[in-house]
Nanobody, 124 residues
């Protein structure tokens, strides 16, 4: 199993980035892909998740209205469009995969496989 993130970088406050997660070898028929982030000195937190079965999507309150998650099931790619980025969005962003349907409960323990992360830095 491989999850590879891309699309991170440095952007000014108010700017946008689009993250991509390429998944391969997933041992599930239906799966959930989530984006997590971890800032220095802070715990890893769930940002958004999406189900491969029906495209249902969930967002953390802190990103609702600014971030949009989407999935291309055929390519096994998940995207996170991040708009109106703020300095507090600065973190390493990880994608993760788990079996079944996505939910609002984006607990770290719900996901079996993780990528290595991509850095997002937002300057003020």
């Amino acid at each position: 199993v491989q999850l590879v993130e891309s699309g991170g970088g440095l952007v000014q406050a108010g700017g946008s980035l689009r993250l991509s997660c390429a998944a391969s070898g997933l041992p599930y028929d239906d799966y959930a892909i989530a984006w997590f982030r971890q800032a220095p000195g802070k715990e890893r937190e769930g940002v958004s998740s999406i189900s491969s079965a029906d495209g249902s999507a969930y967002y953390a309150d802190s990103v609702t209205g600014r971030f949009t998650i989407s999935i291309n099931v055929y390519k096994k790619r998940v995207y996170l469009q991040m708009n109106n980025l703020q300095p507090e969005d600065t973190a390493v962003y990880y994608c993760a995969a788990g079996a079944g349907l996505a939910s609002q409960a984006m607990g770290v323990a719900l996901f079996d496989y993780w990528g290595k992360g991509t850095q997002v830095t937002v300057s003020s």
